[in-house]
Nanobody, 115 residues
Framework: QVQLVESGGGLVQAGGSLRLSCASS????????MAWYRQAPGKQRELVAA???????NYADSVKGRFTISRDNAKNTVYLQMNNLKPEDTAVYYC?????????WGQGTQVTVSS
């Protein structure tokens, strides 16, 4: 069983940067895939960035070139570096993990970007 805890959200001005962290209670080495999702008020939850066990990554078109997903296996942590933030990035960001065909979600961290 995997428990995920996000941190690093907050209020930032447009053009600023934030780094989100997702700490896992267990080793992420055995996790099939990890990803960051976000959900803005009144909108569907959408995939932002994904990092698979094979080392591949993919990003939403809206964040390509601005966001970077990375990991630190020793710390059992996945990060999302967000640069050049825009007001449309405002949302609750959720960490996601998949292991043994089961889905796990963090509780989310709020990111608010002011214009």
């Amino acid at each position: 069983q995997v428990q995920l805890v996000e941190s690093g959200g907050g209020l930032v001005q447009a053009g600023g940067s934030l780094r989100l962290s997702c700490a896992s209670s267990g080793s992420i080495f055995s996790i099939n895939a990890m990803a960051w999702y976000r959900q803005a008020p009144g909108k569907q939850r959408e995939l932002v960035a994904a990092f698979t066990s094979g080392g591949s990554t993919n990003y939403a078109d809206s964040v390509k070139g601005r966001f970077t997903i990375s990991r630190d296996n020793a710390k059992n942590t996945v990060y999302l570096q967000m640069n050049n933030l825009k007001p449309e990035d405002t949302a609750v960001y959720y960490c996601y993990a998949r292991k043994a065909w089961l889905d796990y979600w963090g509780q989310g961290t709020q990111v608010t970007v002011s214009s």
